[in-house]
């Protein structure tokens, strides 16, 4: 018998979208802030964790890429990158990037420094963008943060690629950050029901 589909069965096609508008207008970026405070604020509810298990647009889209297509080798990852260890390292790392991406952008804002129209990617290479930048009437601070966030979500899309065509094909979900801070959530709120 055939599983109904529902809405959130199709949110895959907000990935290929959402990285589609960023290179044609880095101030798409924003539409970003969704996907990073729908999983806190759902988790921080009585939802939980169903942003992750249904909602989340990235798992679905390397599912459909790795399970539907095949793109995937769906070998199980290696120990290290399923530990605790590696989870809570990633989200640290994650989240200084995170920061240092909010101080450059503070940085612009304050007027200590130029707009750079730049993505980075792996936090490191710097790629020329400024084709998808075409000027805004708010300040160089707005265009900024969208290069920064951008970097970010491009890059863990990136990265979430690589890892379902190594592995299975949501190896990304086992430590992606957002995960790992809705999990951290989830344990707080049932630590304080216990």
């Known amino acids: 018998m055939k599983q109904q589909k529902h809405w959130y069965d ?3 096609i907000l990935t290929p979208i959402y990285i589609g508008l960023g290179f044609f207008n880095i101030l798409f970026a924003w539409v970003g802030l969704v996907f990073f405070f729908a999983p806190l604020i759902l ?3 009585r939802w939980n964790k169903v942003y992750c298990n249904l909602l989340c ?3 679905q889209f390397f599912t459909l890429l790795g399970g539907r297509f095949g793109l995937s080798r769906k070998r199980d990852m290696p120990k290290w990158m399923r530990s605790k260890a590696f989870r809570y390292g990633f989200l640290v790392f994650f989240l200084v990037m995170f920061l240092v991406m909010l101080w450059n952008t503070y940085l612009v804002f304050a007027g200590a420094r130029d707009l750079a129209q ?3 990617l792996l936090w490191t290479f710097k790629v020329p963008w400024h084709f998808a930048y075409h000027g805004t009437v708010f300040s160089p601070g707005v265009a900024q943060f969208a290069f920064g966030f951008y970097s970010i979500m491009l890059t863990s899309t990136l990265i979430g690629l690589v890892m379902m065509a190594l592995f ?3 190896s990304w979900c086992v430590f992606c950050p957002m ?3 809705t999990q951290l959530i989830c ?3 049932a ?4």
């Open 43 to 45: 988790a921080c509810t």
């Open 187 to 189: 344990k707080a709120k």
């Open 10 to 12: 199709y949110l895959f």
């Open 168 to 170: 299975k094909p949501r």
């Open 179 to 181: 995960g790992t801070m």
């Open 57 to 59: 647009d990235r798992g």
């Open 118 to 120: 730049v993505v980075k």
């Open 191 to 194: 630590g304080k029901q216990g």
